[in-house]
Nanobody
């Protein structure tokens, strides 16, 4: 059973930076893709970024390209989301998710963390 624990959220001013961490345990081939999603109040959960443990391939939603970077530390079984130039629109609960394939659909990720709040003030 894959377990995911996020950390690193908080309150930051617009233009600032945060780094989210996701610690993964019980990882298998069925959890090769590690993704970040976010959900703002009253909105659906949306894809942010994804990375492959095995190949390092990445994908980002357009609104975060050039500002966010997803990375991994195989030795620590951790995935990170470095968020720079944050905007108020980035305010959301951020979730780490694990699945088999590099896709953007929430339905393809069976494993989820509890989420961490990111609030960007203007």
């Amino acid at each position: 059973q894959v377990q995911l624990v996020e950390s690193g959220g908080g309150l930051v001013q617009a233009g600032g930076s945060l780094r989210l961490s996701c610690a993964a345990s019980g990882r298998t081939v069925s959890s090769d893709a590690m993704a970040w999603f976010r959900q703002a109040p009253g909105k659906e959960r949306e894809f942010v970024a994804v990375l492959s443990w095995s190949g390092g391939n990445t994908d980002y939603t357009d609104s975060v390209k050039g500002r966010f970077t997803i990375s991994r530390d195989n030795a620590k079984n951790a995935v990170y989301l470095q968020m720079n130039s944050l905007k108020p629109d980035d305010t959301a609960v951020y979730y780490c998710a694990a699945g088999r394939f590099i896709v953007r659909l929430t339905a393809h990720y069976p494993y989820w963390g509890q989420g961490t709040q990111v609030t960007v003030s203007s």
